[in-house]
């Protein structure tokens, strides 16, 4: 059991660090836990510009047609699950291209000169890192979340648009009246009336 003086100093301490203060401050600290944007509540990272995300969110909305809360939400989703997909093409390409340049093919492994930089490349992240791996389990994950989201979406609109069509008042249709064939789809052509006689002289 801790003495009595022993708790009181640890209340002071503790008083004396509250995390930052100031806005620039917070910010930083919320991004502490970013690694590369794949996951996580916020989908832009530092450098990207939040307009990019919009510009693809409102150009889904036009598409989709999104009515309501819940099917908009949906669309946000498919737009910020489409916007990583393509930040994890980025990085795979620009994983490669570093490890083509950091990691050039030894010439014991390439006399001939015919072996590929980028195989070789990919051949040591294989046997080292995975990184390649963990890309594609992050693909599959985003993947699956969009096919998600567009499923519902489409299963809401179905739904609506089946009550909007159950809801929507029949139209009356006007009759046709009978020809003398019996046949009401063509109407009958008036009958001539009689010549009027021309006036005696």
């Known amino acids: ?30 991004r502490n836990s970013t690694v590369h944007g794949l996951t996580g509540a916020s989908p832009i990272l530092p450098g990207e510009d939040p307009a990019d995300l919009q510009a693809l969110t409102d150009q889904y909305r036009v598409d989709l047609h999104p009515a309501g809360q819940v099917e908009d939400d949906l669309v946000a989703r498919l737009a910020v699950a489409t916007y990583r997909l393509r930040r994890i093409l980025r990085i795979e390409a620009g994983y490669l291209d570093y490890r083509v340049r950091a990691c050039p093919v030894p010439e014991i492994h390439n006399r001939d000169g015919v072996t ?50 159950e809801t929507k008042p029949k139209s009356k249709a006007t009759p046709v009246p009978p020809t003398s064939s019996g046949n009401s ?13 021309a006036p005696a002289t």
């Not at 963990?134 to 299963?155: G, P």
């Open 1 to 30: 059991m801790p003495s009595q003086s022993q708790t009181n100093a640890n209340r002071k301490n503790s008083q004396q660090s509250t995390g930052p203060r100031t806005a620039a401050g917070k910010a930083r600290s919320a």
């Open 116 to 165: 590929d930089p980028l195989a070789w490349a990919f051949q040591l992240d294989c046997t080292q890192h995975n990184v390649l791996d963990h890309l594609n389990r992050y693909e599959s994950r985003i993947q699956r979340d969009y096919s998600r989201c567009l499923r519902d979406l489409h299963t809401l609109q179905a739904a609506r648009q089946k009550i909007s069509v």
């Open 185 to 197: 789809d063509v109407p009958q052509e008036p009958t001539p009336a009689p010549p009027t006689p």
